[in-house]
T-cell receptor, first 118, second 111 residues
Framework: DVKVTQSSRYLVKRTGEKVFLECVQDMDHENMFWYRQDPGLGLRLIYFSYDVKMKEKGDIPEGYSVSREKKERFSLILESASTNQTSMYLC?????????????????FGSGTQLSVL | RKEVEQDPGPFNVPEGATVAFNCTYSNSASQSFFWYRQDCRKEPKLLMSVYSSGNEDGRFTAQLNRASQYISLLIRDSKLSDSATYLCVVRSAGNNRKLIWGLGTSLAVNP
């Protein structure tokens, strides 16, 4: 079964710190995604990537950047953490590929990182 | 109007009950539809993809109504372990492959 691993389950940082959230998947998936989930707002897409060294902005990219130097690893970076970035961060991957099919689109999520910025 | 809308609930039902959730979507050109399940403080997991002809997996049945732009999830013979939030997900039209997530419907199955 696909495993998506996020480096930390809980993280506490101070305002202004640079924060790295790491995500690794072990099934050679093409697509990787970073979401944040907040009560009442649901899942919101921050950034996604369809290939190594490729990235695209999601719906709320402001204050974030990403890096995908290797296919299996997708990192989310908060350049200068702020209190409004306190949230649950979820990484996901999917098989992807040129053909769009239900199977290719199935998302596998990591267990999430609860980030608190004080 | 939100692109994907769900009744947040909570739906409180006794064990053994049949319960149904609907999810409406605004873009008539949407192409793929899914139900994910999310347990409290856990990550979402795919429950079912929703096919045009409808599909069934054990106690779960998913239907798509393109004319009225909604998908439904029916759970028969509810179990305590079905208690969770059910998230409706729609892939937007076009080639951007982005998924649009509903806010979820909360289900509590009571003994």
């Amino acid at each position: 079964d696909v495993k998506v691993t996020q480096s930390s389950r809980y993280l506490v940082k101070r305002t202004g710190e640079k924060v790295f959230l790491e995500c690794v998947q072990d099934m050679d998936h093409e697509n990787m995604f970073w979401y944040r989930q907040d009560p009442g707002l649901g899942l919101r897409l921050i950034y996604f990537s369809y290939d190594v060294k490729m990235k695209e902005k999601g719906d709320i990219p402001e204050g974030y950047s990403v890096s995908r130097e290797k296919k299996e690893r997708f990192s989310l970076i908060l350049e200068s953490a702020s209190t409004n970035q306190t949230s649950m961060y979820l990484c996901a991957s999917s098989l992807g590929g040129v053909a769009i099919s239900m199977a290719n689109e199935k998302l596998f999520f990591g267990s999430g990182t609860q980030l608190s910025v004080l | 109007r939100k692109e994907v809308e769900q009744d947040p609930g909570p739906f409180n039902v006794p064990e053994g009950a049949t319960v149904a959730f609907n999810c409406t979507y605004s873009n008539s050109a949407s192409q793929s539809f899914f139900w994910y399940r999310q347990d409290c403080r856990k990550e979402p997991k795919l429950l079912m993809s929703v096919y045009s002809s409808g599909n069934e997996d054990g106690r779960f049945t998913a239907q798509l109504n393109r004319a009225s732009q909604y998908i439904s999830l029916l759970i028969r013979d509810s179990k305590l372990s079905d208690s969770a939030t059910y998230l409706c997900v729609v892939r937007s039209a076009g080639n951007n492959r982005k998924l649009i997530w509903g806010l979820g419907t909360s289900l509590a199955v009571n003994p």
